[in-house]
C-alpha cells in the first residue's frame, strides 16, 4: 500500500487547540502540497484527517471525501496513525492528515523502529510504501516534501 | 552538514560493472532530478561521485564540477560516504550507489545498521549532524 502522512499547514493561534484554523501561509501550504499530490495520487484514495480543524482544512485542499478519524487527534500514538491508516494491509493509497509529534513518532517506527520522533516542517507529507522483498517485508520512503521545495 | 545521496540513474547491463553507462531511461532521470537539484540548491556545493562511468554520468547533468572519489565505489562502507562527505565544507552531494548509500542514511539519520532503499537516480537531502533530518526525498518518477 502506499500511505501518506500529512502535516497540516501552518495554523494560527487560539485558546481551543482543536479550534486553530489554518494561516494565510497555512493555506498556500497545503494547496502547493494538494497540488501535487493530485498529481500523483491514483485516482482513488482514502483521506483520513485528525478532528482537529486545521488538519481538516488542509486535508479539504485535495477535494476528496473527508473520514475523520478521532485516533488521529493531538496526541495520537504511532499504533493509533497505523490502526487508523490500516498499515500495511490496506488497498492502494491513504492519506492521513494530523500532527507533529505524532507522525514523526509513527515514521521513525515504521521506517527505522526507532523512538524519537523525526521531523516533519508544517504542510510537508512523506510517501511511503511497503513491499515484500526476500522474503523480507520493507518500508520505501518514495518522497518526503515540504512546501517550500514545491 | 547537509548532505545529499544521489543515488545514480538506470544503467546498462555490463561485465565490467565499473564501466556500465546509463541507459536513454537513465539519462532521462538524471536529467530531470540535476533540474530539480539546481533549482533547489544554494549558490555553493561540492559534487562527489564514485568513478562508476553510471555514477559519473549522473553527476554530470548537474553540469557543475565533479570530483571522484574512490571510496565511493560500489561496496563503499557508510563510514566511507560520512567521511568522503565530511571533508568539505557546506552542502555536499555525493553521487554513488546502493545498498551503500542507504546504509549511510540509516547510519546518519537513525545511527542504525540498516539497509534503506533509494531508488535509481532518487535523491535524500539530509541535513543536521546526527541523528540527522530527513529534509527531502525525490525520485525521477516523482518529479
Known sequence: ?150 | MELILWRHADAEEGTDDMARRLTRKGEKQAAAMAKWLRAHLPEDYTLLASPAARAQETAAALGTKVITEKTLAPGAAPAAIIKAAQKHEGLVIVVGHQPDLGRAAAQWVAGARADWSIRKGAIWWLSGAPPARIEAVVSPDML
Open chain 1, 1 to 150: 500500500m502506499d500511505l501518506i502522512l500529512w502535516r497540516n499547514g501552518e495554523a494560527e493561534e487560539h485558546e481551543d487547540d482543536l479550534r486553530r484554523r489554518l494561516s494565510t501561509k497555512g493555506r498556500k501550504q497545503a494547496a502547493r502540497a494538494a497540488q501535487w499530490l493530485l498529481q500523483r495520487l491514483p485516482a482513488r484514495f482514502t483521506l483520513l484527517s485528525s478532528p482537529a480543524l486545521r488538519a481538516h482544512q488542509t486535508a479539504q485542499t485535495l477535494g476528496a471525501p473527508i473520514k475523520v478519524e478521532q485516533s488521529l487527534a493531538p496526541g495520537a500514538t504511532p499504533q493509533a496513525i497505523i490502526d487508523a491508516a490500516g498499515w500495511p494491509d490496506a488497498k492502494g493509497a491513504v492519506v492521513v492528515v494530523a500532527h507533529q509529534p505524532d507522525l514523526g513518532r509513527a515514521l521513525a517506527q515504521l521506517v527505522a523502529g526507532a523512538q524519537n520522533p523525526w521531523s516533519i516542517k508544517k504542510g510537508a507529507f512523506w510517501w511511503i510504501s511497503n513491499r515484500v522483498r526476500d522474503g523480507d517485508a520493507q518500508v520505501v520512503v518514495r518522497a518526503v516534501v515540504s512546501p517550500d521545495l514545491l
